[in-house]
């Protein structure tokens, strides 16, 4: 499993479990602050099977990060990649994108969750909303799961919070 932007790991413990034997989770960030929290988090859980990456993920190599994880030579290794409230933070974030779909194996799921300004009813809470993702540097227009369904295979979609959150899960096609 590949996690991009993957924060304090606050998506390890409900994807433990389903990486099976012998599963890695990698995640990657950019900030050494929230890498390490999620260090802590793996030693507190005991996890092994835990890689954390420091990188910029809209201007990294996906060769280089393969290599670094497979030490194989640069291929396609993630059967699950996700980006949970992290493209949208990313100037760049098509980049992320490419990179998120290069490294994951032909027929793999990736998943985007991301936000956007409500709708219907919950149109009203959109200044609130608007003020929650500045503060937290995030562009409520950049709406990163469209590359999801421009891109991949078997897209299902789900949304909560009036709109607000907005999830995309699809496969890698052929
Ligand atoms: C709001 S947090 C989400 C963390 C986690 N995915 C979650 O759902 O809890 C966004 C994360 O994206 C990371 N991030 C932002 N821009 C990035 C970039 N260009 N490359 C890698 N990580 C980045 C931030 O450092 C931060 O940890």
Redesign the pocket.
């Known amino acids: 499993m590949l ?6 790991g ?2 390890f413990p409900l994807v433990q479990d389903r990486v099976g034997p012998g599963g890695i989770i990698v995640g ?4 050494a602050q ?1 890498l390490a929290q999620a260090r802590r988090r793996a030693v507190r859980h005991g996890w092994e099977n835990v890689i954390l990456i420091q ?4 201007a990294f190599s996906a060769e280089q990060i393969s290599v670094e994880v497979t030490r194989d030579g640069g291929r396609p290794f993630s059967e699950v990649t996700l ?4 493209l949208s ?2 100037q760049q974030w098509e980049n ?1 994108w490419e990179t998120m779909q290069q490294l994951t194996v032909t027929r793999g799921r990736l998943g985007v ?1 991301d936000m956007q300004r409500p709708t219907g009813p919950s149109a009203l809470l959109t200044p609130l909303a608007r003020t929650a993702c500045w503060l ?1 540097g995030a562009d409520i227009d950049a709406h990163p799961w469209k590359a999801l369904e421009r891109d991949s295979a078997e897209v299902r979609s789900a949304s909560a919070r009036g709109g607000h959150l907005q999830v995309r899960v699809g496969s890698k096609p052929r």
């Open positions: 996690d991009i932007g993957c924060g304090t606050m998506n990657v960030d950019r900030s929230m990188a910029d993920a809209t980006a949970t409230y992290a933070l990313m992320a969750l937290g």
